[in-house]
């Protein structure tokens, strides 16, 4: 399998997920495949190889690290290291719009006023959770923080 099928398959495999939340976000299927750790488990453990596989095959070379651009950059110099980059935008920027939904739903926001948070962060992950908080904060639904509704 080449690494551009690996990528196109990792990058589908989110699609259903974000079609539920944005669209169905109160369907049954929605709580029960998004909602649950079923998406966080799999692409983890897509991730995890991903990451194992690189590092034992030795891809990114000697000046990868996380401490300088340089090494970041060394990082995503081969196919591989993109994959496992992507790959961990994919499952974080899922997990908040996941929470998005939820914590939107608890505090009783309109959905038509979320959707466009959510579509944000699938494509922009950090501006679509700053949109979320900034309407929450308009609505009066909640402080600029990640505190939970309460009971």
């Known amino acids: 399998m080449t690494y ?3 990528f196109s398959a990792v990058n589908m495999s ?3 997920a974000w079609f539920l939340l944005i669209f169905l976000p109160r369907f049954g299927l929605t709580r029960q495949i998004v ?3 079923i ?3 799999v692409l983890g453990v897509f991730y995890l190889s991903a990451l194992i596989w690189s590092i034992s095959r030795g891809v990114t070379g000697g000046e990868a690290n996380f401490t300088s651009i340089t090494g970041i950059t060394a990082i995503f110099q081969s196919p591989l290291g993109v994959l496992v980059g992507w790959s961990h935008y994919l499952v974080f920027d899922l997990f908040v719009g996941a929470w998005i939904g939820r914590d939107s739903q608890r505090r009783g926001m309109p959905h038509l006023a979320v959707a466009p948070c959510q579509f944000f962060t699938f494509l922009l992950g950090p501006v679509g959770l700053l949109a979320y908080l900034l309407l ?3 609505l009066g639904k909640g402080r600029l ?3 939970e509704p309460p009971a």
């Open 4 to 6: 551009e099928t690996l």
């Open 14 to 16: 989110v699609l259903p």
């Open 35 to 37: 909602h649950s750790a």
């Open 39 to 41: 998406y966080p488990l």
């Open 136 to 138: 929450r904060l308009a």
């Open 145 to 147: 923080s990640l505190d």
